[in-house]
């Protein structure tokens, strides 16, 4: 039974607080106090009305009928004082209400009184216009209850429809609305401005605890809905200029982060006043920027930060002052702790840094006492940076390198102004040396260091990088030996030597033989493990006062320093080739290996490059002479020789100067002797030797890698002349393309001939591509699909040197071959008489079996071409119907067509034409 109790004492306590205004405003609220007063004036009143009520000669309904209408009334201005607020549509509850109770006084005019009470009841919690329509509506009332008094017959005698009292209300009124409304607005003036430093006060208290930019922004909007918060909660938002527009970072209501206030939506141009100081905008506009607010008050944020606005949910002008006073606030706070952050943030950053440098910074002292050490030298050296200071700064040097260390402060105490740079080595803790560069400067004048600073880095990998690249300069990558530049330094000593003790000097140069042909048809990891052994071998064989050195490719040399005579140097010489030529073990069997030496001895006045080239002119006469020997070098080496040796160096210069042309030997008809085609030859135009054949320089230039540019220009060259040449009949004559293995691994060899008929106008059918003799039946096969596109295109397939070469079964077998020529051994034997001819009859009748064309070629005599014509030969060629020749030459025999514009053509073409 308690409990119930308790609730209804705490329920009728609240009630009697309700009543009396107990406890209904905060400390400071002036508004409140006033208020407060008047409620307790108006509520001793209503008692004083209560006991008029019971004191009334009015009829028994009437006065119980004002009772209630009085507990209506005080009902009705507690609810109003609770909610802080009037509605004008409690005046159709309020006025006749106390109508009721003037009629139930019996006397209305005692009750003017309670009537001027909620006047001033109304005036305080409603505005102007409330409270003039409350006056009317009361004196209304109050005219009302005086008719039906004096129509009851109980009206005093002060209480008529015209007497002074009901008279001079209208007056009274009005000035009690005045009055109550001036008090009223001066009184909560001063609560708005106490409450706005209250909150002011309270968000700078939050600012200067703040840490982070996001802190400030949403103490800042919590501040500003505070001080719009007036009558009901109230929102605000605080947005800052970002890339893409005033972006709001925070807000009352989360949903509202990120909105971008874009004053020109919907076509709008909604002015914020970011630059005349806070401003009010209205509904419309504040719809505009995308808020869901009616009003909103909108103070920017100074330039001092990242610039932006504060806005708060209303149209109360005079939060402006308090509002900017925020913005102001924000402002401030967000520099200090953007300021603050930078601050760290730097702080951090250098402390992060000096840990994780590369570089380690030192200070010492005059003496060489360490006074400081950077924490990156526990990576660099492995050290503790307080395990060094206090110590010597010689004390991790090598012994070595101190000396030279200890000579740099004299250096930098004679200049202090000039900074220092070395190179030394330095102990890391696990006992190992570091090679360590370091740049020192003398600060010991300035009061911030008081030292000598030294920064040092560890280039120990650099280091062992250098020699490694050193070593690389001057040594061959596969072999170990040294190199040219080493070797041609090593022959320049030895020379000189020779010239001030009056030694010889000998020089062998070796060429592997064949290693081009052993490379391609073992591939290359045979050919390097060929060219190790040799390296081996060489060295082996060769004394411990001799260097040896791999010059490039399959070409080696070694300076034999001293030598007794010609003599000595040939036996050397000798000794080292019968070492190189035992077989090479490769893949499980023995793979022979020749080399041929020239040998050359010193005779004082050489240069290197002298020395070097008969060196080299020697081997070039030992391989002309059948290779595998040892050949020395002479003064009467032949002028061609010594040319051979000139192309050779023009060429691997990768610049040869002249002009390669392609030459056109023609092809007959051998009925009628009429020119139907030609094979297009290479010739080199040079301009001291003349115009060379392709026996002098091809094997030089493809030992060079220079086919391909060769190749390119020659074919682009004839297939642009040839375009417009037609036979005598009139139909286009035909091109032969003579292709070489290298041609046909290169794999794109169809893209670039269909490229050069496009740009020339040929028809595929006008292009004949011959496979030459040098091309193996693997290469055949790998080059298979090539050569299946390039006849389905129309293009001719022709094995040369039949039936000699070793791939011409294998391509009749496997290609489509539409055609073969026959070797000059088969031709040479024509000469004899008939019956000695039955090779030549028997490819022939085989040729015509299979379908096959037939071009006789090396036809150098009528006998010749004569018992082809017998034999049933159609076409030839060879010196007896012309020798190769220029296109000009060769248009003489032919008609010509229109020409097509050609176009130089594009790709590569690594060509061999013979």
């Known amino acids: 039974m308690k409990a119930p109790r308790a609730a209804t004492a705490e329920s009728f306590s609240r009630l009697l607080k309700g009543v009396l205004g107990l406890g209904q405003h905060r400390p400071g609220d002036l508004v409140g106090v006033v208020r407060t007063l008047f409620f307790r004036f108006a509520v001793l009143n209503m008692a004083f009305v209560v006991t008029m009520l019971l004191g009334s000669e009015a009829p028994t309904a009437l006065r119980l009928a004002g009772l209630a209408s009085m507990l209506v009334v005080l009902g009705w201005w507690v609810r109003g004082r609770r909610r802080g607020r009037m509605p004008v549509s409690g005046l159709a509850i309020e006025a006749p209400a106390l109508a009721v109770v003037a009629i139930g006084t019996g006397d209305p005019a005692m009750t003017l009184g309670l009537m001027y009470v909620a006047l001033n009841f109304r005036a305080m919690y409603g505005s102007t216009r409330a409270a003039a329509a409350l006056g009317v509506s009361y004196l209304l009332s109050h005219l009302v209850a005086v008719a039906v008094a004096e129509a009851a ?69 919590r501040g500003a809905a505070a001080l719009a918060s007036r009558d009901r909660p109230r929102g605000a938002a605080v947005a800052l200029h970002e890339d893409r527009g005033l972006t709001v970072r925070a807000a009352s209501d989360p949903a509202l982060v990120g909105l971008v206030l874009d004053p020109t939506a919907g076509g709008a141009n909604t002015d914020l006043g970011a630059a005349n100081g806070p401003r009010r905008v209205e509904a419309d506009a504040v719809r505009v920027l995308g808020l869901p607010w009616d009003a909103a008050l909108v103070a920017p944020l100074s330039n001092g930060s990242s610039g932006g606005m504060l806005l708060a949910e209303t149209g109360d002008q005079g939060l402006e002052v308090p509002l900017a006073s925020l913005a102001a606030q924000t402002t401030l706070a967000l520099d200090r702790v953007r300021a603050t952050a930078g601050v760290a943030a730097s702080e951090a950053l250098f402390s992060s840094l000096a840990a994780r440098a590369s570089d380690v910074s030192r200070v010492i002292a005059a003496d060489a006492t360490i006074l400081y050490e950077s924490e990156a030298v526990r990576h660099v050296l492995g050290h503790e940076p307080q395990e060094l200071v206090g110590r010597s700064g010689f004390e991790l040097i090598h012994p070595d390198d101190r000396p030279r260390a200890e000579q740099l402060l004299p250096t930098l105490f004679e200049n202090p102004d000039r900074p220092v740079t070395t190179q030394l080595r330095m102990r890391h803790a696990d006992g190992s040396w570091r090679h360590v560069e370091g740049a020192l400067r003398n600060l010991l004048d300035d009061p911030a260091v008081g030292g000598i600073v030294i920064n040092y880095r560890d280039v120990t990998e650099r280091h062992r990088l250098e020699e490694q690249l050193r070593e690389q300069a001057l040594h061959d990558g596969l072999t ?29 140069f070796l060429d592997v033989d064949d290693f081009k042909t052993l490379n391609d048809g073992l591939g290359h990891a045979a050919g390097d493990e060929v060219l190790r052994t040799v390296s081996q071998r060489l060295q082996a064989t060769a004394r411990a006062s001799d260097t040896c050195a791999r010059l490039g490719g399959d ?10 005579d010609e003599v000595e140097l040939h036996q050397i010489g000798q000794r080292t080739l019968d070492a190189l030529s035992e077989p090479v073990r490769l893949n499980g069997t023995d793979a022979p290996v020749g080399v041929s030496v020239g040998v050359v001895l010193s005779r004082g006045h050489e240069s290197v490059d002298e020395f070097l080239a008969h060196a080299d002119l020697a081997m070039y006469r030992a391989k002309d002479a059948g290779k595998g020997r040892v050949e020395p070098f002479h003064l009467d080496f032949s002028t061609t020789a010594q040319q051979r040796l000139q192309l050779r160096t023009e060429l691997e210069s990768g610049s040869p100067t002249g002009e ?100 020339t106008g040929r028809c595929p059918s006008e292009l004949q591509i011959e496979l030459n003799s040098s091309t193996r039946p693997d290469d055949l096969t790998a080059a298979r699909p090539t050569l299946q596109r390039l006849a389905s295109l129309g293009m ?119």
């Open 796 to 914: 001719k397939l022709v094995v040369d040197d039949f039936p000699a070469g070793p791939n011409a079964l294998h391509a009749l077998r496997y290609l489509p071959v539409s055609g073969v020529k026959l070797s000059r051994q088969v031709i040479d034997d024509l000469d004899g008489e008939p019956s000695a001819s039955p090779l030549a009859a028997g490819l022939l009748r085989l040729a015509e079996t299979m379908g096959l064309e037939v071009v006789a070629t090396g036809v150098e005599r009528p006998t010749q071409a004569e018992r082809l014509r017998q034999l049933g030969c159609h076409r030839a060629q060879g010196f007896h119907f012309g020798e190769p020749q220029p296109a000009a030459a060769l248009a003489d025999r032919l008609t010509t067509r229109p020409t097509v514009p050609s176009r130089p053509a594009a790709g590569l073409l690594l060509s061999r034409v013979s």
């Open 480 to 508: 170990g030996l040294p190199n040219r530049n080493l070797f041609t330094d090593r022959v320049g000593h030895a020379l000189a030597r020779q010239g001030r003790e009056g030694d010889h000097v000998g020089l062998l």
């Open 660 to 759: 390669f042309l392609p030459y056109y030997q023609p092809i007959v008809e051998l009925q009628t002797g009429r020119t139907v085609g030609a094979e297009v030859l290479v010739r080199w135009e040079h301009p001291h030797q003349g115009v060379l054949e392709a026996e002098h320089f091809l094997p030089l230039a493809e030992s060079a890698r220079l086919m391909t540019s060769i190749g390119r220009e020659v074919l682009s060259r004839a297939c642009a002349e040839s375009a417009a040449w037609l036979t005598p009949e009139g139909s286009p004559s035909t091109l032969s393309l003579n292709i070489s293995a290298s041609e046909l691994r290169a794999q794109y060899l169809d893209g670039l001939l269909q490229t050069l008929l496009r740009d």
């Open 153 to 221: 017959g109980t009206a005093g005698p002060a209480t008529t429809l015209l007497s002074p009292v009901v008279l001079t209300q209208v007056p009274g009124f009005a000035l009690t609305v005045v009055v109550m409304r001036v008090l009223v607005a001066i009184a909560d003036r001063r609560d708005r401005e106490q409450r706005a430093q209250e909150i002011l006060t309270e968000t700078g208290v939050t600012f200067t605890g703040a840490q982070r930019a996001g802190d400030v922004l949403e103490a800042a909007q």
């Open 555 to 564: 070409e080696f040399a070694v300076v034999v320093d001293p030598v007794a």
